[in-house]
């Protein structure tokens, strides 16, 4: 990996992390359309560290929240709700992450997770009374937030999109259900980190700790400026544009996707499929003698011994 990619993926986490379009989806698609995978061993250890960096961002960024959620009484309630709400998202991982780290990460999946959380979160920013604020969270807010949390294991969903989803469905307003959301992500961002370094194997990859450090960095300054900005936009604006963008993310990767795979297909099924769209086409009763002319020609390359040249 160079330090080029490693920036860019730690940028990638950063951002995507805390706004609500996919940071494991963004860069499950970065590896698939750069090619820029090192082996499930080493690119797992590369995501570890990019969220040391959003962890990092996070912690920063709400240090005085969690000095208060830690020492002052009246916060405890509060304390309680947030890590109630890490226990179906920490069950969630330890179950399904092997799942999480391959069948999960395939470009068509990832594709229809991001379509239908952006749906999803449409939906709950119309339908949402938004007549609550982060002080008013309550007991069934944090279940109704932890549920929605545990789905975000399938990259493409969006830890920070399914939970502010919950939290706009469960009543609050648009920036205390991003706050909580937030607050939510430090023990769940590290109690994975911490699970998944006891399983790595190799340790820190020969001669990749600059682009590993390098990668932090940039996950952090990325993340907390995400935080700051998303915070900020919240007061005043909707989530449609991160709606749209999810929506025309997924159309794009699977144009692609079908692009990669008739483009891989061989020779005869190269002309079977061009004579099948030909067909579709042609299939008007005006139409009936050059359809039979472009199916006559379409048989005769397939069924030519030297049909695997085309």
């Given amino acids: 990996m160079t330090a080029w990619q490693a920036l860019v993926l730690g940028a990638i986490q950063g951002l995507t992390e805390f706004i609500p379009v996919s940071s494991s989806g963004h860069l499950a698609l970065a590896h698939y359309l750069f090619n820029w995978t090192q082996g499930t061993e080493q690119d797992f250890a590369f995501d570890l560290a990019t969220n040391v960096g959003t962890l990092i961002a996070v912690a920063l960024y709400f240090r005085h929240d969690w000095i208060n959620l830690l020492t002052q009484k009246a916060q405890r309630g509060m304390l309680g709700l947030i890590f109630l709400a890490c226990i179906p998202g920490g069950l969630a991982g330890i179950a399904l992450r092997d799942m999480a780290e391959t069948t999960f990460r395939a470009p068509e999946r990832v594709a229809i997770m991001l379509a239908a959380m952006g749906v999803i979160l449409l939906i709950s920013d119309q339908v949402s009374r938004r007549d609550r604020d982060i002080t008013r969270v309550n007991l069934w807010d944090a279940v109704a937030i932890g549920v929605a949390q545990a789905?975000?294991?399938?990259?493409?969903?969006?830890?920070?999109?399914?939970?502010?989803?919950?939290?706009?469905?469960?009543?609050?307003?648009?920036?205390?259900?991003?706050?909580?959301?937030?607050?939510?992500?430090?023990?769940?961002?590290?109690?994975?980190?911490?699970?998944?370094?006891?399983?790595?194997?190799?340790?820190?990859?020969?001669?990749?700790?600059?682009?590993?450090?390098?990668?932090?960095?940039?996950?952090?300054?990325?993340?907390?400026?995400?935080?700051?900005?998303?915070?900020?936009?919240?007061?005043?604006?909707?989530?449609?544009?991160?709606?749209?963008?999810?929506?025309?993310?997924?159309?794009?990767?699977?144009?692609?996707?079908?692009?990669?795979?008739?483009?891989?297909?061989?020779?005869?099924?190269?002309?079977?499929?061009?004579?099948?769209?030909?067909?579709?086409?042609?299939?008007?009763?005006?139409?009936?003698?050059?359809?039979?002319?472009?199916?006559?020609?379409?048989?005769?390359?397939?069924?030519?011994?030297?049909?695997?040249?085309?």
């Fill in 151 to 310: 789905f975000a294991i399938m990259p493409g969903v969006s830890r920070s999109g399914a939970t502010i989803a919950a939290g706009l469905f469960r009543g609050l307003n648009r920036a205390s259900s991003a706050r909580f959301s937030f607050l939510l992500s430090f023990p769940i961002i590290a109690g994975a980190t911490l699970f998944g370094c006891k399983d790595l194997t190799t340790g820190l990859p020969p001669g990749e700790g600059l682009n590993f450090a390098l990668a932090i960095i940039a996950s952090a300054v990325t993340g907390f400026a995400a935080i700051d900005f998303l915070l900020k936009f919240l007061q005043r604006r909707s989530f449609l544009p991160f709606v749209i963008y999810r929506i025309a993310l997924a159309v794009c990767v699977f144009v692609v996707v079908l692009f990669r795979s008739s483009s891989h297909l061989p020779g005869p099924a190269a002309a079977k499929l061009t004579m099948s769209r030909s067909v579709c086409i042609l299939n008007h009763p005006r139409q009936e003698v050059t359809q039979s002319v472009y199916r006559r020609i379409a048989h005769s390359l397939i069924d030519s011994p030297e049909s695997g040249r085309y």
